[in-house]
T-cell receptor
Framework: GAVVSQHPSWVICKSGTSVKIECRSLDFQATTMFWYRQFPKQSLMLMATSNEGSKATYEQGVEKDKFLINHASLTLSTLTVTSAHPEDSSFYIC????????????FGQGTRLTVV | DQQVKQNSPSLSVQEGRISILNCDYTNSMFDYFLWYKKYPAEGPTFLISISSIKDKNEDGRFTVFLNKSAKHLSLHIVPSQPGDSAVYFCAASSSYKYIFGTGTRLKVLA
């Protein structure tokens, strides 16, 4: 299947700093990528849909100024957690699809963010 | 509002028996359904999917059933193996957006 690479796999940062997470589709082009957040023992919560060349679409309750998404190319989307706080600590996962109906989404390995 | 629900947070099954994981959804616009397996601190891995025009799809030990009138799908794993122990998420899709259920932790006992 298609490969989605996410980097870094884990990061620890201080409160108030910003952290950037990258999501790359390695062997295919993805017009659309998705960012999820998973809290311990909970489901994957869709945060936003990242659209190449245009603004991301955020789900209700997700602060767009807090979670900046940039999809600058067909193979790269980035999520920047700005002015991070301990409550932002979570597992963040990106996914991408082949832009064809009826195909599965491919997921990155996830990024464990810890804000201290 | 949870559009995709998995009402059983956990399930234990004896090795060799059948595992049945259930999923309910509310949005009739969903046209594609998927099951993913997830280990801690890893991204989900795709298992099997089904289009809304079908009611069954089988791949080896995994079979997914879709009941559109009931807005219900299920994943059958038979025979269950200890390596199947993981968290299973169902997902529903429309317009390329994937909404995940809350997950069911499956434990296959040797």
């Amino acid at each position: 299947g298609a490969v989605v690479s996410q980097h870094p796999s884990w990061v620890i940062c201080k409160s108030g700093t910003s952290v950037k997470i990258e999501c790359r589709s390695l062997d295919f082009q993805a017009t659309t990528m998705f960012w999820y957040r998973q809290f311990p023992k909970q489901s994957l919560m869709l945060m936003a849909t990242s659209n190449e060349g245009s603004k991301a679409t955020y789900e209700q309750g997700v602060e767009k100024d807090k979670f900046l998404i940039n999809h600058a190319s067909l193979t790269l989307s980035t999520l920047t957690v700005t002015s991070a706080h301990p409550e932002d600590s979570s597992f963040y996962i990106c996914s991408a699809t082949l832009d064809r109906p009826g195909t599965e989404a491919f997921f990155g390995q996830g990024t464990r963010l810890t804000v201290v | 509002d949870q559009q995709v629900k998995q009402n059983s947070p956990s399930l234990s099954v004896q090795e060799g028996r059948i595992s049945i994981l259930n999923c309910d959804y509310t949005n009739s616009m969903f046209d594609y359904f998927l099951w993913y397996k997830k280990y801690p601190a890893e991204g989900p891995t795709f298992l099997i999917s089904i289009s809304s025009i079908k009611d069954k799809n089988e791949d080896g030990r995994f079979t997914v059933f879709l009941n559109k009138s009931a807005k219900h799908l299920s994943l059958h794993i038979v025979p269950s193996q200890p390596g199947d122990s993981a968290v299973y998420f169902c997902a529903a899709s429309s317009s390329y957006k994937y909404i995940f259920g809350t997950g069911t932790r499956l434990k296959v006992l040797a």
